[in-house]
Nanobody, 113 residues
Framework: QVHVEESGGGLVQPGGSLRLSCAAS????????MEWYRQAPGKQRELVAR???????NYADSVKGRFTISRDNAKTTVYLQMNSLKSEDTAVYYC???????WGQGTQVTVSS
């Protein structure tokens, strides 16, 4: 069965950095496009970043230039490196297979001074 588990969130100061990890299992990871989503209070869940099977990437305009998605097929893990964090980045972050629907419980990212 498909399983993903997010980790790495926490409290960080504005301008700081965090690296989120998503460990995946139950499917052929190297043949699957992976995505990161986030959901802030009072807002809809939004797609943050996507990485394809050939390492092509896409980002939401709000995070472009600050966030980097990557994958390690040997470890079946996808990462989200978050730099220059802003208070507006505060949200629960989820990873999923392409199209969503298989995310875990998420990991909380709080950006505050």
């Amino acid at each position: 069965q498909v399983h993903v588990e997010e980790s790495g969130g926490g409290l960080v100061q504005p301008g700081g950095s965090l690296r989120l990890s998503c460990a995946a299992s139950g499917f052929i990871f190297r043949f699957t496009t992976m995505e990161w989503y986030r959901q802030a209070p009072g807002k809809q869940r939004e797609l943050v970043a996507r990485i394809s099977t050939n390492n092509s990437t896409n980002y939401a305009d709000s995070v472009k230039g600050r966030f980097t998605i990557s994958r390690d097929n040997a470890k079946t893990t996808v990462y989200l490196q978050m730099n220059s964090l802003k208070s507006e980045d505060t949200a629960v972050y989820y990873c999923s297979l392409l199209g969503g629907g298989y995310w875990g419980q998420g990991t909380q990212v709080t950006v505050s001074s």
